[in-house]
């Protein structure tokens, strides 16, 4: 089912910066097969002033911009919300950001509202360097279903096409970077690695919400799949 699939064309204007698979940035991917997944490097996450800021996520934007110039090949994912999505806790009558409520695909953490289309808050990031002509994978548009993947959607039917774009293009190595490390950085390395690549996680080029115990988790989670956890990028 790809009905939440949007691998779009896009200028690099503020929010519109779209696909194009032919980008080249630099010499770490060069032998083909690697490519960088930025995840959700947003004004929304990564900007102190952002709805759902992450601690150090300004930093983490300056650090996957020096990861960009490291790869031939990247996708960046943007989460793209649309107004009175099912994730935000303003549409749940008693609810709290960060409460837990059963949606059809399951169990749901509620958040503040965040990146929603066309506002400031879901635009990159200014310290994130975005080449002209790069892929994006826009992900949580359906306003019934959560996205935390880049792969897939949360209700684990609906996939984005990113895994078809990357078998296409030859990857087998994956390096995951972005925001946030305990929930759709964790979930994009995850499903990389269940998806055959072999997947990296590098660690200085990410930040957590670190809501209890997510941190924890996460570090388990990846280490009990086969994810490698990286430091920091290999020179």
């Known amino acids: 089912v790809r009905a939440a699939r949007e691998l779009a064309l896009a200028t690099t204007a503020a929010d519109e910066r779209r696909v194009d698979a032919g980008a080249s940035t630099g010499a770490l991917g060069a032998q083909g097969d690697r490519a960088l997944l930025v995840i959700d490097v947003q004004n929304d996450f990564a900007a102190p002033s952002g709805a759902l800021t992450v601690p150090g996520g ?84 359906n306003r019934d279903v959560d996205s935390y993947s880049a792969f897939f959607e949360n209700d684990r039917r609906s996939d984005t096409g990113l895994d078809e774009y990357l078998k296409k293009e030859g990857v087998k190595r994956v390096y995951v970077v972005g925001l946030a490390y305990d929930f759709c950085v964790k979930y994009t390395a995850l499903d990389a690695k269940r998806l055959g690549y072999d997947a990296y996680v590098v660690r200085d080029c990410c930040a957590g919400v670190a809501l209890p115990g997510t941190m924890e988790a996460a570090e388990k989670e990846l280490a009990d799949a086969g994810v490698v956890v990286l430091e920091t990028l290999p020179a």
Do not use: I, N
């Open 58 to 141: 300004d930093g983490v934007a300056r650090a996957c911009s020096r990861c960009v110039e490291a790869f031939d090949r990247v996708v960046f994912a943007q989460d793209y919300h649309p107004a009175g999505h099912a994730s935000f806790a303003s549409e749940h009558a008693g609810k709290a950001p960060y409460d837990e409520v059963e949606l059809a695909y399951g169990t749901q953490t509620l958040w503040p509202d965040h990146c929603v289309q066309g506002t400031w808050g879901c635009a990159f990031h200014d310290d994130l360097v975005v080449p002209a002509r790069a892929m994006v994978v826009r992900k949580g548009h």
